[in-house]
């Protein structure tokens, strides 16, 4: 089984182009030092979305009826008004003991708790939205980070690599909800290819999505008629997006790509935002916090090496250069020859 | 070691158990039709380019018993959002996907969320349409024409009664 997923690791992570670091276990020191702040960035900024959340809770008002989804089976039938200020405040208690005490694995799943009914309770109005759940899932990923002081788990490189696996699984999950994303948008194309009609590669396509967003909702985003108007751009900027989202999973596993993913994820929802009004502001900070800001990334983005680990360029580079090995990178001699703490 | 080899296996099951219940059929009919349970989102966004679309909407006739001369839509009126606007579209649509038998419960449901978040700050007598609309995207977008504009029914939401 280990064997099994650590081929399926060599193989998604773009095979022998993606060796360990020299000097891996100060790299693993450094990465896990880097992460913990990360988690520690997470629990603060939570609190300030919570607290913002509690303190702007009037919107919530106008509505005078809910759907409410099963979360909050409890709330069916009371006032909005109340259910909204229950659920608000208990996350912001939850999230401010995550953020005093973010090593303590009770207050992070008190955390997730929080997180968990609040995107239940916005999404409670007959209609589902995604902009709460990529929050959602990382703070139940960071709730199985080890509990113990920082101290302890920098002493242990078991632990620390427990840590690091866990906050590697929050990044999986978030570059995962993208390529599931692309690859809708894919399987959708000979669809309809079939039917006669522009499909997602056609030059109209984002120019459509636009328009229609722009009349379904009598909005009027800020780029809405320039795309329109200007399909030379708009066509390969849906092509780069369908790319950027398809191929994200990968990207998780080549440290090397993470902050080129990251960032090209953040203009991608910038771009939604100005061309459709949809703004997914919880995921662009999530991406800049976690991709942009990778522990797993080197200082400088090395564009070389990051080019070629693209989804698809490696293919050619494995074709221009001759393999010299073909062993996983995990089990080549720099892992076994050294020796760490 | 161990607690490293669980959490692997932990990814894995996610990686494996997440879309065969956000993509699964069983889905698709569970919760009055939302057609996801939160949080497994099937992040089915933009999949299909809209061409020749058809969707459901809102036209408001008379509010308090004066008729009015231009009857907007719901997403013309003003005093909403966009986020509310987006809540109360998709809630138009599960109204109409349901219009076929305006007496079952769950077109009730949607009816009676409809009128008392979006209908009620208008008036307390307010006679509307569902409307069905056909349309090029492009075409709407560039004239404003819809292709057809049929009413599927005609409604009346009343402040002082117990429910549609």
């Avoid at chain 1, 259910?83 to 997730?112: D, E, K, M, Q």
């Avoid at chain 1, 690091?164 to 948008?185: E, H, I, P």
């Avoid at chain 1, 009349?215 to 708009?234: G, N, Q, V």
């Avoid at chain 1, 990334?297 to 990051?306: D, F, P, S, Y």
């Amino acid at each position: 089984m280990t064997g099994l997923l650590r081929t399926l690791r060599w193989l998604l992570g773009g095979c022998r182009f993606n060796r360990p670091p020299a000097g891996v276990f100060h790299a693993q020191s450094r990465a896990f030092t880097h992460a913990l702040l990360l988690v520690r960035v997470f629990y603060a900024a939570n609190l300030l979305a919570a607290g913002w959340r509690l303190a702007e809770r009037e919107p919530w008002n106008v509505y005078e009826s809910m759907y409410p989804l099963w979360p909050l089976f409890w709330a069916d039938g009371m006032k909005v008004e109340t259910v909204a200020i229950g659920v608000f405040a208990a996350n912001a208690v939850f999230a401010a003991l995550a953020a005093i005490v973010p090593t303590s694995a009770l207050a992070r799943w008190l955390a997730f708790a929080g997180a968990f009914a609040v995107g239940a309770f916005v999404n409670s109005f007959g209609r589902v939205g995604h902009a709460e759940h990529a929050w959602v899932w990382v703070s139940f990923f960071f709730a199985f980070l080890p509990a113990g002081s920082a101290e302890r788990m920098a002493a242990s490189r078991a632990a620390r690599q427990r840590f690091l696996l866990v906050f590697w699984a929050a990044q999986f999950a978030m570059l995962f909800f993208y390529s599931m994303s692309g690859w809708l948008k894919l399987v959708a194309v000979p669809i309809q290819w079939h039917r006669g009609e522009v499909c997602s590669l056609g030059c109209e396509a984002l120019a459509r999505h636009i328009a229609n967003r722009a009349l379904l909702t009598k909005s009027h985003p800020p780029l809405a008629d320039w795309m329109i108007d200007h399909l030379w751009l708009s066509w390969p900027l849906f092509l780069g997006a369908i790319y950027l989202e398809a191929f994200a999973v990968l990207a998780a596993f080549r440290p090397a790509l993470h902050r080129i993913w990251g960032a090209g994820l953040v203009l991608l929802h910038l771009g939604i935002g100005l061309a459709m009004e949809i703004w997914f502001v919880p995921p662009m900070f999530l991406l800049a916090l976690l991709l942009v800001n990778s522990p797993f990334h080197g200082e400088q983005v090395a564009w070389r090496e990051a080019i070629w680990q693209l989804p698809g360029l490696e293919l050619v580079r494995h074709a221009l250069e001759p393999a010299r090995t073909l062993a996983p990178a995990s089990l080549t001699p720099e892992y076994g020859a050294q020796r760490g703490p | 070691m161990r607690a490293y080899r669980i959490s692997v296996l932990g990814i894995v099951l996610f990686a494996a158990v997440y879309p065969a219940i956000s993509g699964g059929v069983l889905v698709r009919d569970w919760h009055g039709g939302v057609g996801e349970i939160y949080p497994f989102a099937p992040w089915a966004l933009f999949c299909f380019v809209p061409n020749y679309e058809s969707d459901f909407a809102v036209r408001i006739r008379a509010i308090d018993g004066r008729q009015l001369d231009q009857p907007p839509y719901f997403e013309q009126l003003p005093g909403f959002d966009e986020h509310q606007k987006t809540i109360g579209r998709g809630v138009i649509e599960g109204m109409g996907s349901l219009a076929g038998d305006q007496a079952s419960p769950a077109f009730a449901e949607q009816r009676r969320l409809f009128e008392r978040n979006y209908l009620a700050p208008l008036g307390d007598d307010v006679r509307y349409e569902l409307v069905r609309r056909e349309y090029d995207v492009l075409e709407r977008w560039k004239t404003g024409a819809f292709q057809t504009n049929e009413p599927v029914a005609a409604l009346v939401y009343r402040a002082d009664a117990e429910g549609p």
